[in-house]
């Protein structure tokens, strides 16, 4: 067969290589501007419907919970004792004895809590509050006494003072917190007490606006009523606010938008007008510190929008602190972070400078110029704010008043245990800013010679100085850390070298160490410790007490024997600088801005009582980011 080939021309060659592949837009159509629409019109439809579902399934829990919950429930007939309705009188003042509450024969639950030993606690602070989250239900017979019928979150008192948050979100009624307990709240104020009749005398407000005294008893005593402000004998603290109630925060709330208003009006003289708007807070802890930094951002934050501008450009706020650094009790590192915040911010730091009076138009105040001699200095202020120190609080003053060892100026001693010293054994405690841990060693000389000095010649070798050591560590566990260096402490009191110590040296040793011993400090996070302490003992005494007795032991033997000493473990310390906070942790320290603030919200947050107190409070710090500070005056 012929083949014709056919003739090769530029058309018919096939080039040796591909061009890319170039892809026919007009193929595949981008999507129009209506299926755009139609996409976005179908999700927004997903998200509104399931809006909607949302709305009705927490409405209708909502009605489902009224539903259930608003029942109507009839209190008829209820049992009721002749003493609760009319209660015997007896006791050193003649007084009626609350023997029976109201509502010990509630139910079969309560009458059985009758029988129970008698808890009585007095005050509604942190003390109080971690006895009661660490007790158990069916422990006790438990009554509270409080003037005030809640609790209050003190720390973020600063806070509620410019409406920062709502003084509600601050507080739980202390009948909510007891219910768990099912225990027992009095209104009132304690203002005496019969140890031996194990009698609390409570001054109760009367209908008529006249005052009542009651007797409760108790089998134990739980004295948690906190400190009052020391006044360091400054003529005209009546001048002064203070920061210790929920009171004093609207009180203070009250001066401060009353200020504000009164200097915006064209009416105030500029003289006047400084004077309203300078901010006077003597004290450099963190209570002072905090409510300054408060102040300013109540003032850049919501003065500066709605005020005339003028009020903010007038506003002076000062600090004056005795001591050369704010905030002394934190790291060095974490006081010159806040001194220079407040540098930053204009806030004037006054230190080494010592209030000498405060009058109704100004503040006077010392300080010692460059001569050594001292001068005095005044400011103009409508608001003056006292936070420095504490002082015993009246009951507490009437109950060292009966114990004749009791010395301490401000508090009330009490032992390693928390026990009254002087008060009959097992049955008195005090927790709190009310009261201090003994740090005297020498108090105990004669009891640890004779138990340490085995061989009874009057004198302590070194064999004897170290169970003498572990005494001590037993009786006052805060000596701990000036009691390590054991054979140290021997050669440095063994004056006369001669491998022992006689009694005046082991006097001067036990000495030495009580004054290096540091109390305390008075703070929420010590009373919510020793609280929890107190409550975990006294279920301990409940559960081990019968078995222990049988065994033949005391009851200070048995109050020793279920649990050991407290001892505090500082969790840090953490103050608010106005939006940025600082933690002192010990061996370290974080300061920071807007990260550290939330991070010290954070921690407050977790501390709140209860649930609801921490949904407000999370709803406030939401309302002041969003819409501001509320301005109204209440």
Partial sequence: MLHVSRPTTARSIRPRFRLPHIRNVSSKQRPSTLQRAKTCAKYTGYFTLSSVCGLVLIGGAIFVH??????????????????????????????????????????????????????????????AMGVLQTLYPGDYHVTIVSTETFTTFTPL??????????????????????????????????????????????????????SRHVYIPYDKLIIAVGSTSSTHGVPGLENCFQLKTIGDAQAIRRRVMDNFEIASLPTTSPEERKRLLSFVVCGGGPTGIETAAEIYDFCQEDIMKYYPKICREEVSIHVIQSREHILNTYSEAISLYAEDKFARDNVDLITSARVSAVNPKYVLYTVRGPDGKTEQHSIPSNFVLWSTGIAMNPFTERVTSLL??????????????????GAPLGSMYAIGDCATIETSIVSYFMELVEDADRDKNGKIDYDEWEIMVSRIKQRIPMAEDHVGKVRELFELYDTDADNSLSLNEVARLLEGIGNKITSLPATAQVASQEGKFIGKKLHKLTRQSERLEAQGLTPIEIDNAVSGPFRYMHLGSLAYIGNAAVFDLGRFSFMGGLAAMYAWRSIYWNEQVSMRTRALLMIDWIIRGVWGRDLSRL
């Fill in 66 to 127: 009224d539903a259930f919950t608003y029942t109507q429930k009839h209190a008829e007939r209820v049992p009721r004792s002749p003493l609760a309705l009319h209660p015997q009188t007896g006791g050193p003042k003649d007084l009626p004895i609350v023997s029976v509450a109201m509502d010990d024969e509630d139910d079969e639950e309560q009458k059985k809590l009758a029988s129970r030993p008698r808890l009585v606690i007095v005050g509604g602070g942190w003390g």
């Fill in 404 to 421: 004749p060892n009791q010395v301490h100026k401000k508090a009330i001693e009490v032992d390693a245990h928390l026990r009254v010293k």
């Fill in 157 to 210: 008192l600063p806070s509620a003072a410019v409406g920062t948050v709502q003084v509600r979100s601050l507080i739980e009624p202390i009948r909510k917190v007891i219910a768990r307990l099912r225990g027992h709240f009095v209104q009132g104020k304690a203002v005496d007490v019969a140890m031996q009749e194990q009698l609390l005398e409570v001054e109760t407000a009367g209908s008529d606006g006249q």
